[in-house]
């Protein structure tokens, strides 16, 4: 059984910056293209960041790109999501989730997803 587990969330002032590892367990790690996602209160849960295998590519939503980046490291099975410059409208829950094939902003094509870390960005 495929599991994911986020953390590195946490409180946060606006400008600041946080880590968010997803180690990934019970897969083929290498095999699988990597996705963040995050979920507002209120709000749908919207793409921020994907990657596919080896790394060779790598897509971001466009209210996060030039402060967040997206990195994988096959060797330790996890997955990463720096943040930099971080803003209030950036708070919500972010999960991770792996699929087989092709790497997509389409979160309803992920196979697996982690239970998710809170990020809040406030002063």
């Known amino acids: 059984q495929v599991q994911l587990v986020e953390s590195g969330g946490g409180l946060v002032q606006p400008g600041g910056s946080l880590r968010l590892p997803c180690v990934v367990s019970?897969?083929?790690?290498?095999?699988?293209?990597m996705g963040w996602f995050r979920q507002a209160p209120g709000e749908e849960r919207e793409f921020v960041a994907s990657?596919?295998?080896?790394?060779?590519?790598?897509y971001y939503a466009d209210s996060v790109r030039g402060r967040f980046t997206i990195s994988r490291d096959d060797t330790k099975n996890t997955l990463y999501l720096q943040m930099f410059s971080l803003k209030p409208e950036d708070t919500a829950v972010y999960y991770c989730?792996?699929?087989?094939?092709?790497?997509?902003?389409?979160?309803?094509?992920?196979?697996?997803w982690g239970q998710g870390t809170q990020v809040t960005v406030s002063s």
């Open positions: 990657i596919s295998t080896h790394g060779s590519y790598r």
């Open positions: 989730a792996a699929k087989s094939g092709a790497t997509t902003a389409n979160r309803g094509a992920y196979e697996y």
């Open positions: 019970g897969g083929s790690f290498g095999s699988y293209a």
